[in-house]
């Protein structure tokens, strides 16, 4: 009864077909903002605001809290709080994204629930090699001070990796049950819709990150870090789908949306306007 509900309003349609790839880009373009300010903003700001200082700065891909007004415990949790969020926010979608009728909407939610799972392992690992990011050693980093610090690092890395592969093949299974078609064809259309959203987040991350008065380390270490870096998995997603079982689902397929578009197109122009240049409370 619930597959019936996510069948595309089109009978005809081919079981292997993709979305419509106007709606498809603002699905994804969408889910990369929402993921992105979520970590930051409910993350990061909220844990400063709640543990009794205030951000100084809230840009698109950072923000700075005043440390002066935090004990080191206080500056090591506002840190953390961005991947403890996007942790949380991979929990709650994929499962939600179960529910979800329209082939749209459980897309969305399920790409979101995936960016915020890669998100929160790849920090551990992109940490663990830099020593930057809100895992790293540095003043405002969630392991400032540690010592000795290689072995941290080493220990972070490797954890950042198995978590990693483990929140890719989670997120697989995830949307396994919905691809449509067999063989080939099933995994040639989930390969093909990873990669447009794939993109999609690298072109939307870009242009905001280069919008920072900090140049271009916040555009490297931030916005491509997280998006062409900590979204890496979607990439090879597919090569674990092929370990699924390979029961036919609904598909991916959904017709164009103005909805969505447009929607998608006033979010992330207004984040870009909002948070791009940084705003200083």
């Known amino acids: 009864m619930q597959r019936s509900k996510a069948l595309p309003t089109d009978a005809g349609v081919p079981p ?40 100084t700065e809230l840009g698109a891909f950072y923000i700075n809290c005043d440390d002066a007004r935090l004990t080191s415990l206080g500056i090591r949790l ?22 979800c009728s329209s082939p ?5 939610t399920w790409l979101l629930g995936a960016l915020g799972l890669m998100d929160a392992a790849g920090y551990p690992l992109f940490s663990g090699v830099s020593g930057l990011g809100d895992l790293g050693t540095t003043s405002d980093g969630a392991l400032r001070g540690v010592r000795p610090e290689w072995a941290w690092r080493a220990t972070e890395t490797a954890l950042g990796l198995i978590a990693y592969i483990a929140v890719v093949r989670y997120s697989a299974r995830a949307i396994a049950p919905r691809l ?21 987040g690298a072109a939307v991350y870009l242009p905001i990150g280069l919008l920072n008065p900090r140049g271009l380390v916040i555009v490297l270490i931030s916005a491509l870090a997280s998006s062409m870096g900590g979204t890496s998995g979607l990439l090879w997603m597919s090569r674990v789908l092929g370990r699924e079982p390979a029961v036919p689902g609904p598909g991916l397929y959904f017709p164009r949306s103005w909805g969505w578009v447009i929607v998608a197109a006033m979010l992330t122009i207004g984040y870009a306007v909002v948070f791009g240049p940084t705003l200083r409370p």
């Open 78 to 99: 506002v840190a953390i709080a961005g991947p403890v969020v996007s942790l949380a926010l991979g929990l709650v979608c994929l499962p939600l994204a179960a529910r």
């Open 16 to 55: 292997g077909a993709l979305p419509d790839p106007l709606t498809l880009i603002a699905v994804s373009a969408l889910a990369y903002i929402t993921a992105v300010a979520l970590h930051e903003h409910l993350g990061h700001a909220t844990a400063c605001t709640l543990l009794g200082s205030h951000p």
């Open 104 to 108: 749209a909407a459980f897309y969305f």
């Open 180 to 200: 449509g078609g067999a063989g080939r064809e099933r995994i040639h259309a989930a390969r093909l819709a990873f990669t447009w959203s794939y993109f999609t």
